[in-house]
């Protein structure tokens, strides 16, 4: 994966991953009232498995559905996606 690059290699990967980081941000907040500020350890391991933040992860579930079967590509000062 090159830079920029949020896609996983497939989408039951992404979606894995987004609900692993989604239920650790969840949970780091839901906690916060039970455990105290020992909840906020769960905040590193949802952005390490959202790469950094929601965003970053549902770019990177555009790119991994698009993976292979869009091309964007651009000539003469004009650009096009084709399938």
């Known amino acids: 994966m090159g830079d920029g ?12 991953r987004g609900a692993i980081g989604f239920g650790a941000l969840i949970g780091a907040v839901a ?12 905040l590193p391991v949802a952005f390490a498995a959202l790469r950094g933040c929601p965003a970053c992860w549902a770019v990177g579930l ?6 292979g079967r869009l091309r964007g590509s651009c000539a ?3 650009c096009t996606v084709t399938r």
């Open 76 to 78: 003469d000062g004009r």
């Open 62 to 67: 555009v790119q991994t559905v698009s993976r």
């Open 5 to 16: 690059d949020f896609a996983s290699v497939s989408v039951a990967r992404h979606l894995t």
């Open 31 to 42: 906690l916060l009232p039970v455990t105290g500020p020992w909840s906020l350890l769960l």
